[in-house]
């Protein structure tokens, strides 16, 4: 998303989801710090398009456990 409509855009829904969503406190705590970091990633990805490749990374981070999960 990050990489579609910039960061700023993409913060705004995002957190908008997790706002109206109402979901459990740790679930929200848990996707907002992931979206912080998967708009990081779309950033630095961001001048060269490389979707795939900020995809791939995202997918690195999740395996090595950089983002965050619920126990």
């Given amino acids: 998303m990050t990489m579609r409509i910039g ?4 913060e705004r829904i995002a957190t908008n989801h997790e706002t109206v ?4 406190a740790d679930e ?4 907002l710090y992931n979206n912080a970091q998967g708009r990081f990633l779309g950033s630095a990805f961001a001048s060269s ?5 900020a995809l791939n990374q995202c997918a690195l ?6 983002l965050s999960t619920l126990s």
């Fill in 49 to 53: 398009g490389d979707e795939a490749s």
């Fill in 28 to 31: 929200t705590s848990m996707d």
């Fill in 61 to 66: 981070w999740a395996s090595i456990g950089l």
């Fill in 21 to 24: 969503a109402q979901g459990p």
């Fill in 7 to 10: 960061a700023d855009a993409a």
